[in-house]
T-cell receptor, first 115, second 113 residues
């Protein structure tokens, strides 16, 4: 079965640079979520999109923005990168019911290293 | 932010032993999910639980949705080396819009051959 696709898998940037992470959800899934995971931590929710509209926002810095496009893929744009932004970034997708519930399936992640 | 209480935080067992871990919360969840994560990889869904009292198996894995909807456990029987990794519980609550996962702190499983 098709899974969530993320690109790139690895990214090295310097401080103050910009990065764009891409996510392609499972076909027919209508919701995309972005999570950030630091070493030894559980994933922390950043932002989600349902049917191309922003649904919820978590601990996402103002330097980050995201959107979901007409083909349901999503991009996370990160500007003015800081050393502390080095982490694993996961995208998950789900088919969401009327109560806001949807089993989330995760992509393989993008490992971002900021030097 | 809100987090589920997952225990134990780590386990060191012998191959072939059974494993049990659990998650508790002070509030009710409508869905419980168990994921396994290998280093540098994304969490992989193991079991999803949708109803209070539900008991679900996936091979050697068994998980239950607590009757109070405030807890869940995951059991692994006859552990093998590929079971090594970090196991996360995660919960979902009904609400307006797509709901984010609330995670436990994870249980790191190490198996001595």
């Amino acid at each position: 079965a098709a899974g969530v696709i993320q690109s790139p898998r690895h990214l090295i940037k310097e401080k103050r640079e910009t990065a764009t992470l891409k996510c392609y959800p499972i076909p027919r899934h209508d919701t995309v979520y972005w999570y950030q995971q630091g070493p030894g931590q559980d994933p922390q929710f950043l932002i989600s999109f349902y049917e191309k509209m922003q649904s919820d926002k978590g601990s996402i810095p103002d330097r980050f923005s995201a959107q979901q496009f007409s083909d349901y893929h999503s991009e996370l744009n990160m500007s003015s990168l800081e050393l502390g932004d080095s982490a694993l970034y996961f995208c998950a997708s789900s088919l969401t019911d009327s109560g806001g519930l949807g089993t989330q399936y995760f992509g393989p992640g993008t490992r971002l290293l900021v030097l | 932010g809100q987090q589920l209480n997952q225990s134990p935080q780590s386990m060191f067992i012998q191959e072939g032993e059974d494993v049990s871990m659990n998650c508790t919360s002070s509030s009710i969840f409508n869905t419980w999910l168990w994921y396994k994560q290998d280093p540098g990889e994304g969490p992989v869904l193991l079991i999803a639980l949708y109803k209070a009292g539900e008991l679900t198996s996936n091979g050697r894995l068994t998980a239950q949705f607590g009757i109070t909807r405030k807890d869940s456990f995951l059991n692994i029987s006859a552990s093998i080396p590929s079971d090594v990794g970090i196991y996360f519980c995660a919960g979902l609550k009904r609400g307006q819009g797509a709901q984010k996962l609330v995670f436990g702190q994870g249980t790191r499983l190490t198996i001595n051959p």
